[in-house]
């Protein structure tokens, strides 16, 4: 069993009304009671976390390597292209995690196709609406259950 973490960047707390023809109708609760019942079937524990402030990302990163994370799962939404810190966050901290975005930010405007996590993640998987969670999620338990001794 490990604890799985997901964290939500800004703005991702109004996902179900917030440009639904980009991001969808899905509501981050609908997301989150998903990954969490997924997790669970899978014998893991979740937590999930989203916030507004690079600053609270920050700390929560930074717990994380305290608290039994095993896995993260980041969708740093628009800090993504402008967040230093929280890029050398997950590098201080050493866990692996995969980057997630609801868009295909390379289908975007120019300044979403660079990353600050992409070449840190374990992978990235983007485009595919709230399923990308879903596929996140489902490779992280499979890199997990790799990583345990048979």
Request: glycine share 6%.
């Amino acid at each position: 069993m490990a604890n799985i973490l997901v964290l939500h960047g800004p703005n991702l707390n109004l996902l179900g009304t917030r440009e639904p023809g980009i991001y969808g109708h899905d509501t981050l609760d609908s997301i989150n009671a998903e990954l969490a019942a997924r997790a669970t079937a899978a014998g893991h524990t979740f937590d999930a976390f989203q916030s507004n402030s690079e600053a609270e990302l920050v700390d929560r990163i930074q717990a994380a390597r305290a608290d039994g994370t095993a896995f993260i799962l980041i969708n740093p939404a628009a800090f993504t292209h402008t967040s230093v810190a929280m890029r050398d966050a997950m590098a201080a901290v050493a866990l692996p995690f995969i980057e997630v975005h609801l868009s295909n930010p390379h289908r975007r405007e120019p300044f979403r196709h660079t990353s600050y996590f992409s070449d840190l993640a374990e992978g990235v998987v983007a485009g595919f609406g709230a399923t990308s969670y879903q596929f996140a999620l489902e490779a992280a338990i499979r890199r997990l259950a790799a990583a345990q001794p048979h």
